[in-house]
């Protein structure tokens, strides 16, 4: 983008964008973040992304990061950036409520570790943002909970997904730049998908999960939510790493995961997955239109595409999660639900009550199960560079369509398959509906594969500038 351009909005810049700009000094960290703040207090009123907003503590932190960068240099692409966080991250001395009457008042003494390495890499963070009570329980109207719910950002008549609602919403509506969420079961990618962004979940263990309020132990990844797939690039570049306070942590070196985001996917192979939104749901058309289109895409592009399948529909995967999610939950949580369970909204009131019906035998068995199932879904990815799946398979709902359209969003859906195997994946934007809301598809790698899959992405994001079309204002 032009420098003149920014004059406009600074706000509305993705990550590297801004990154840029801010190197060459050709936009300050202080006018960015006034820009995202003015954003927030004229559209936030209608969207409720936020449950906290640090407006002072913002500010204070920009005029610091443009002395310092002023005087010596950025000390990398995050510096001077905006982020937001799901309200379920630990910051020291700032309460972290999760949407919840029982943590309301809850203030962490220590920063989630993710949380500090942006501190540490010059971020600044704006607010915390909404999410279902807890990071569970399907919580999508929210009339119980003590802040609204979220409304999406292309239009507030539709619905956002969840459980990281509030953090798709903020980077699609221009409140920050990066937004980190969590994923038990598509959680970064569902509210990706519904705002047309980038939405990763890294490889199982990638990225510590230290100072996130857990939902399933097994089965939780912390995420990026950004614009595109530089900008989660970059991201990575600083949240990935092992934390030796994360018993699940892995160790292996971290590459650089933008260094050859531009090398495109001339000669590499693409896994073609169908049988999700094929055999498994009745996929909308507008949805399956745009996975075909994608498919094309890459053929011009140069991949070799080869079709694959596995075994198991998605049903199935959801069926072994579903267990393993509820008995750890509560394992978690037990002392709340002892405790504050009258504090509590009906959604996870509901899946506390439901999770205590699950036996030991049935966690052992989907757990033997999912080893299974993991062993299955990786010869068939591995087989490929990367493969191309559905993410969402029917259109984002209208808010009036109620609880039970919610439920069919979030479920006819392939993003718990990469939970349950452990994969790296992402949603990114596939195109448009005809009612002007985004399309998803999602792209799985190898496990470790992320410097891969966020190349694809950016081919595919280049060839097609989806990327690029913003919210109206």
């Not at 006018?31 to 936020?50: G, M, P, Q, T, Y």
């Amino acid at each position: 983008m032009p420098d003149t351009a920014i004059a406009t909005d600074p706000a509305r810049l993705g990550l590297a964008e801004a990154a840029a700009l801010i190197a060459r000094r050709s936009l300050s960290p202080v006018e960015l973040v006034r820009a995202v703040l003015d954003r927030i207090a004229r559209r936030d009123a209608a969207l409720h992304a936020h449950i906290t907003v640090l407006a002072e503590p913002a500010m204070a932190a920009a005029r610091a990061a443009e002395a310092e960068i002023m005087a010596s240099g950025p000390r990398g692409p995050l510096h001077g950036i905006p982020y937001g966080l799901k309200d379920n991250y630990d910051t020291a001395g700032l309460r972290t409520t999760v949407a919840s009457r029982a943590r309301w008042d809850h203030v962490p003494a220590t920063d989630a570790t993710l949380h500090a390495r942006l501190q540490a890499a010059g971020g600044i963070l704006i607010g915390k943002h909404n999410t279902w009570e807890y990071g569970t329980g399907l919580g999508d109207l929210q009339d119980d909970l003590p802040v609204p719910a979220p409304r999406n950002a292309w239009n507030p008549d539709y619905y956002t997904a969840g459980s990281s609602n509030g953090t798709g919403v903020a980077v699609a509506a221009g409140f920050c730049a990066l937004g980190l969420g969590s994923d038990t079961g598509g959680s970064v990618r569902m509210p990706a998908a519904a705002h047309g962004l980038h939405g990763l979940k890294p490889t199982y263990g990638r990225l510590s999960r230290v100072g996130i309020l857990p939902n399933a132990y097994t089965l939780d990844v912390a995420g990026p939510l950004t614009r595109r797939a530089r900008d989660a690039a970059l991201a990575m570049n600083v949240l990935a790493g092992h934390d030796p306070l994360d018993p699940t942590s892995l160790t292996a070196p971290v590459p650089d995961h933008a260094a050859g985001i531009e090398a495109g996917v001339a000669g590499l192979t693409i896994g073609v997955l169908r049988r999700f939104h094929e055999r498994d749901f009745a996929a909308d058309p507008e949805v399956m239109a745009a996975f075909e289109g994608a498919v094309a895409v890459f053929r011009a592009l140069g991949a070799r595409l080869v079709e694959i399948d596995l075994p198991d529909s998605v049903q199935s995967y959801r069926d072994c999660m579903r267990p393993i999610s509820a008995a750890e939950a509560l394992s978690i949580h037990g002392a709340d639900v002892r405790e504050k369970f009258p504090l509590m909204g009906r959604a996870l009131q509901d899946k506390f009550l439901g999770a205590a019906a699950v036996t030991g035998a049935e966690y052992v068995t989907a757990q033997r199960w999912r080893r299974q199932m993991a062993a299955t879904t990786d010869a068939a990815i591995r087989s490929c560079n990367a493969v191309l799946m559905p993410c969402a398979m029917t259109r984002v709902p209208r808010w009036s369509e109620g609880e039970a359209r919610f439920r069919e969003f979030m479920m006819a859906s392939a993003t718990c398959v990469l939970n349950v195997s452990g994969h790296p994946a992402a949603s990114i934007c596939a195109g448009f509906d005809s009612a002007g809301l985004p399309l998803s598809l999602q792209l799985v790698a190898p496990y470790l594969g992320e410097p891969t899959l966020l190349r694809v992405a950016h081919a595919f994001e280049e060839a097609t500038g989806f990327w690029r079309r913003l919210p109206a204002e």
